[in-house]
């Protein structure tokens, strides 16, 4: 390995530990705030829900305008996608989302999942 090649590696190496320091850190500030997800479809928030008021698990599917489907899974606390009808179905191997920062993308489909640590703009939907 040339000495450029080591530099390279160390400044990759520290930006991603100041990137995962800033990560915990806004996990922390926000550890005690209610959890809000949102659901965002073309860029535009679709739906508003505070996971500390879900009382039972509910599941909808949201289809955007070239007949692709997504279906989305919430319980207390905590979202997810459950069902995909992209190719790749990254979004639903994402998992379980449930801290504010975590995010789940179907980029083929349009549609991201957000978690928040609390919501002062928008009016929220309780499940």
């Not at 989302?97 to 928008?122: H, Q, T």
Request: with cysteine; charged share 30%; aromatic share 6%.
């Amino acid at each position: 390995m040339k000495k450029g090649d080591k530099i390279v590696g160390l400044i990759i190496i520290i930006l991603i530990t100041i990137s995962l320091l800033f990560l915990g850190i806004y996990r922390f500030i926000n550890k005690g705030d209610k959890l809000i997800a949102k659901i965002i479809q073309d860029q535009e928030v679709i739906k508003v829900i505070d996971l500390d008021k879900v009382e039972e698990p509910k599941e909808w599917t949201i289809e955007n305008e070239e007949g692709h489907h997504n279906t989305i899974r919430v319980e207390k606390g905590r979202i997810r996608f459950i069902e995909a009808d992209c190719p790749d179905l990254v979004c639903v191997n994402s998992g379980w989302l449930s801290k504010p920062g975590d995010i789940a993308v179907c980029i083929p489909n349009k549609i991201l999942i957000r978690i928040e640590g609390k919501d002062d703009e928008v009016d929220q939907i309780s499940y």
